[in-house]
């Protein structure tokens, strides 16, 4: 897939691929800006989310090469929330992977903070396999009282909810 679009302001379609990555800061950034997100805020989030498609784009690779990376950005009241779909093979990037774990156990040194990072970063994730995608979705509260965003409405199989 060597296509990009902008399907419309809250959404874009890249390549799986390592110089998408840049593209997805951009939008992420400019999303975060039009949703009046702190400067704190928009770190947190662009982190995790460089993370979670890093880990996407090396570990979900489907049999036949590439694949695409779709990202909606939905701006609510109180939170903003992030899904993130690929049609690779079934991967959960919330997850550490076999490499990792193998690192952690053999070394017992940094390594596999990838997970770790992501629940530091966020307020919800969840992740799913459905109809042959993966699905993410991420949520960052506008302000510490809040505890419901468009994640909290999804079917989960993983979940990472702030205290």
Known sequence: MNRERTVSKNEILLPATFSSLEKISDFVQSRSHQSHLSFKK????????????????????????????????????EAVTIFVSDKGIPFNPLLPCTEEKEVLEENRRL???????????????SYRRENGFNHLCLCKFKSRRNNRCACSSRKKTTEKTAE
């Open 111 to 125: 390594g596999g903070m990838g997970p770790h990072l992501i629940e530091k970063m966020l307020d919800k994730v």
């Open 42 to 77: 928009t770190w947190e989030v662009m982190l995790a989310i460089d993370e979670i498609c890093c880990n996407i784009i090396a570990h979900a690779r489907p049999l036949g090469g590439q694949h695409a990376l779709y990202l909606t950005w939905q701006d609510e009241p």
